[in-house]
Nanobody, 129 residues
Framework: QVQLVESGGGSVQAGGSLKLSCLAS????????MAWFRQAPGQAREKVAG????????HYAGSVKGRFTISEDVAKNTLYLQMDSLKPEDTALYYC??????????????????????WGQGTQVTVSS
């Protein structure tokens, strides 16, 4: 079955960097929509970045564009999120998610948590001021 395991979270000061990893297993890695979401206490889960695995395009939420970079290593079945210039408002539990692309559409169209059927357990990122 599909399994996603995140790692790389931690505590950093504002302006610092972290790189999250999501190891995927149980399916053919390429040709899927994979994404990073985050959820802060008391707030809704929001999508921060996504891509089409196997060399497809990337997309970002406006709040992280220019600071976060999503990437993949197909040989390692791993999704990454490089987070630079971190801010206290980036503090959240970060999740990776995967699902098939929408029929006739692009992965960017999968914007809601309900659009993704498989999730990791999350990794905590805490940014102090």
């Amino acid at each position: 079955q599909v399994q996603l395991v995140e790692s790389g979270g931690g505590s950093v000061q504002a302006g610092g960097s972290l790189k999250l990893s999501c190891l995927a297993s149980g399916y053919d890695f390429t040709g899927y929509c994979m994404a990073w979401f985050r959820q802060a206490p008391g707030q809704a889960r929001e999508k921060v970045a996504g891509l089409t695995t196997g060399g497809g395009s990337t997309h970002y939420a406006g709040s992280v564009k220019g600071r976060f970079t999503i990437s993949e290593d197909v040989a390692k079945n791993t999704l990454y999120l490089q987070m630079d210039s971190l801010k206290p408002e980036d503090t959240a539990l970060y999740y990776c998610a995967v699902d098939r692309p929408p029929y006739g559409g692009a992965c960017e169209h999968l914007s809601q948590p309900s659009d993704f059927g498989h999730w990791g357990q999350g990794t905590q990122v805490t940014v102090s001021s």
